[in-house]
């Protein structure tokens, strides 16, 4: 997970400032300096580091922190602000065009992820009621052109193709192509390179003249670290780049990427990759990147994820159901399927305040487990999962054989759901109760 070694630092450097109650100005330089070791192992631009340090410092030694009641967590909002506008400071949207078709190229070198962020743009686009085409100009790269009708195909979305032409009449093409065919928005794949060089800087600037884009996007892989600043800026230089999109995230990265690619090259990253799947593409949010970084969640995304995940008329059924205290296994099972749809959950728990890195280590969390649950509970009988009650050993013993677990599995299985279930009957009751009078609680008007 993106972040993990640096947000473990910087967790263990504040640990050590909220436990004093008062701060001199001798232990700020000390964190400052942790923290600026913890910055420049994340692959943090050196540059961006040395600046950032010292906005942070001169603030932390300030009235607002030395005079403050809480001077330890002071310290890290002035961290968090500063954070903040060190990415962006808010949310960058795409340029839509205000009259007429919008036209978004996406730039940058092979193995980027170009074509399969095409299609998880195409997808959120398509979400929020747009009608995207998706346009295939990368004509040198073998199997590129067939990798985007794939993920159109598996999108529902309409890939523009005409084979091996020039990519600057292909663009130009499909423009036309949109306007017959009523897509308001155009997402060109075009051409990477392994480096830059002036032929694919060439080709990349006659589309740009071509299309007249609305937006160009470069896709960088931020596993490269540093590297994809650089990549960046020079991009940028060539083409006046409106914005960027991180890709892999999730993976085992040090992210100094994002923390130094807005403040060096000027361009606001606008999408990060989280994940391999064309679900996983999220918009740049600096104040929940930063949260996420602090260790302190990120409850927005985790909310937003959940509304798009989950059924409205399934959770209404849900509903129902808690009110008549008839939740079953396959009520169990179908929030599983749910839950599995927001993300892994290593991601959604990481958006949890107060799940940090280290609270999550030794803690199981392999998604095998989640397949055996539905092994499990899909090896019983329809009688089974609505009153597993009746569940005794020689069932219990089929059931294991069933679904390829132990009689233990499936034993740890129904004492979840019945602990699961006895949660929900006091829930309800409390509800209950509440709604007559018997409980009342002195906060949150309750």
């Given amino acids: 997970m993106a972040f993990e070694a640096l947000t473990q630092k910087l967790n263990d450097i504040f640990k050590k400032l909220k436990g004093k109650g008062k701060l001199t100005e001798a232990d700020v330089k000390q964190a400052m300096r942790e923290v600026k070791l913890a910055l420049l192992e994340a692959d943090v631009n050196f540059k961006v580091v040395k600046d950032l340090i010292q906005k942070i410092s001169e603030r932390a030694v300030g009235q607002e922190v030395m005079e403050s009641l809480t001077p330890g967590q002071q310290v890290i909002k002035i961290v968090n602000d500063e954070l903040v506008q060190l990415m962006g400071s808010k949310e960058a949207k795409l340029n839509f065009s205000s009259g007429g078709i919008t036209v978004i190229m996406l730039v940058g070198l092979q193995g980027s992820g170009k074509t399969t962020t095409a299609g998880k743009l195409g997808r959120l686009l398509s979400k929020s009621g747009k009608k995207p085409l998706l346009t295939a100009a990368d004509i040198y790269r ?10 159109g195909e598996k999108l529902d979305l309409p890939v523009f193709t005409m084979g091996q032409q020039d990519p600057v009449n292909i663009a130009r093409a499909s423009v ?26 060439d080709e990349l600037s006659r589309i740009k003249q071509a299309v007249n884009p609305s937006e160009i996007l470069l896709v960088v892989d931020s596993m490269t670290g540093q590297d994809a600043v650089n990549v960046a800026e020079e991009f940028n230089k060539r083409l006046a780049l409106t914005g960027l999109i991180l890709t892999k995230l999730d993976g085992d990265t040090r992210g100094g990427a994002a923390l130094s690619v807005k403040a060096v090259t000027g361009c606001p990253i606008k999408f990060v990759g989280m994940g391999e799947k064309l679900e996983n593409l999220e918009p740049f949010y600096p104040e929940r990147m930063a949260s996420r970084i602090l260790g302190m969640g990120d409850v927005l995304t985790l909310i937003e994820k959940a509304t798009q995940s989950f059924d409205l008329k399934k959770a209404q059924e849900l509903e129902q159901k808690l009110k008549t205290q008839s939740f079953d296994l396959n009520d169990f099972l179908e929030q599983l399927s749910q839950v599995k749809k927001i993300g892994s959950l290593d991601q959604i728990l990481s958006m949890i305040p107060g799940f940090s890195p280290q609270k999550l280590q030794g803690l199981e969390l392999d998604e095998k487990e989640l397949v055996h649950v539905e092994a499990i509970i899909n090896s019983m009988t329809p009688e089974e999962r609505k009153n597993p009650s009746i569940i005794n050993g020689s069932r219990r013993k089929r059931i294991a054989a069933g679904s390829g677990t132990s009689i233990q599995d499936v034993n740890r299985l129904l004492k979840q759901y019945e602990q699961t279930r006895k949660m929900i009957k006091q829930m309800t009751d409390m509800e209950k109760g509440r709604k007559k009078g018997k409980h009342r609680f002195p906060f949150y008007g309750l």
């Fill in 142 to 151: 073998p199997a590129a052109i067939k990798q985007l009708q794939v993920v």
């Fill in 176 to 201: 036309e192509y949109a306007h017959k065919h009523n897509n308001d928005v155009i997402i060109i794949d075009t051409a990477g390179r392994l480096h830059i060089d002036e032929e694919l800087m």
